[in-house]
């Protein structure tokens, strides 16, 4: 019988413990860069799967936090590292902690909670690369993209896959960002990248949208949907909405949107509502100074529950992770 030595024993038994401590199933990721994954994407005769979408967050994830690195590979345990960090960040530190790290993902955690929540980040990644446009926009000579609270602009990366899918060369992409430290840090990001602009701006005033006043735009994305629980208004998704629609309502009336709609509980009338793109997201005029809650979400055509968004891609991820990482919703 061959005998094994101690150090090939704890060597074996911490390779299996590695792996069960990735973010994602080692075989889901590929040993590729960001920017190799968006070309290979962006390519209409390749089928994207979640998987390729999840690596791309991730990737994204790391390469936002250590500003750089798009273009090279990065291993599936830095990206795990990072990730079971910002799973501890509003914790104490742990010895072997890199304190600066840590305290940078504290900084920065409102707008990195979008990146950590991969299965819903994903999810609504998916759902914009497999738009299908209105027709009267289909023979554009260019794709116009408007992300509203674009935060770190991961959704920008979902616009640009789905313009480049479907043949635009001319790409205009534009996030709107309010908060000064998080939009001069992805307009440093998308700058390196080129491939779309950060405005720093409140989407809440009509002043802000004059850039597309000759423009007819493709796609809006709005990120500022309250977690449940919490009103509407407390991410100012009304005032934008109603701003945004009185505002260039003609030159978005064929766009697509995220979210397609949303479903809201009012309270004073005791019934859900309707929200969506036919009523400028603020549902019927009685409603309007009312108290909405969001419940779910309209995304590819289905009802979600805003609870069950990413749901299916949960299987993907580490129990650990499933668990640990922080939810944007």
């Given amino acids: 019988m061959h005998e094994h030595s101690a150090a090939e024993i704890e060597k074996a038994r911490h390779q299996h413990r590695f792996i069960q401590d990735m973010v994602i199933e080692p075989s889901f990721y590929t040993k590729s860069s960001f920017l190799k994954d968006v070309g290979m994407m962006s390519d209409p005769s390749i089928v994207v799967t979640d998987s390729m979408i999840m690596g791309l967050v991730l990737k994204y994830f790391y390469c936002y936090v250590h500003k750089g690195h798009f273009d090279e590979v990065v291993p599936l345990e830095e990206v795990s590292s990072l990730c079971d960090m910002f799973s501890r960040h509003r914790s104490l530190n742990e010895p072997d902690d890199d304190i600066e790290l840590m305290n940078y993902l504290r ?18 990644i998916r759902s914009i690369i497999g738009h299908k446009i209105s027709s009267s926009l289909i023979n554009s000579d260019e794709y116009v993209g408007l992300d509203i609270g674009t935060g770190t602009g991961i959704l920008l990366i979902a616009q640009y896959i789905h313009a480049r899918r479907l043949g635009f060369e001319n790409i205009n992409l534009f996030g709107m960002e309010y908060d000064k430290m998080v939009g001069l840090q992805s ?8 491939i779309a602009e950060i405005v720093l701006a409140d989407a809440r005033d009509c002043r802000n949208y004059d850039f597309l006043k000759n ?15 919490q009103p509407l208004r407390r991410d100012h998704l009304v005032a934008i909405c ?51 809650l969001p419940q779910g979400i309209i995304i590819e055509g289905n009802i979600v529950p805003l609870h069950q968004l990413g749901e299916e891609l949960l299987p993907h991820m580490a129990e650990w992770a499933r668990e640990s990482l922080s939810r944007r919703w």
């Fill in 107 to 124: 900084q920065w955690s409102f707008s990195l909670r979008m990146l950590a929540d991969i299965p819903k980040t994903s999810h609504i």
């Fill in 215 to 229: 423009k007819k735009v493709t796609f809006v994305s709005n990120e500022n949907v309250a977690a449940m629980h």
């Fill in 187 to 194: 307009y440093k990001i998308f700058k390196e990248l080129g």
């Fill in 242 to 292: 109603s701003t945004l629609f009185r505002t260039v309502g003609e030159n978005i009336k064929d766009a697509g949107f995220f979210p397609e709609g949303l479903i809201a509980f009012c309270s004073e009338m005791n019934v859900s509502v309707l929200l969506s793109k036919n009523t400028a997201f603020l549902g019927p005029k009685e409603y309007h100074d009312m108290h909405l």
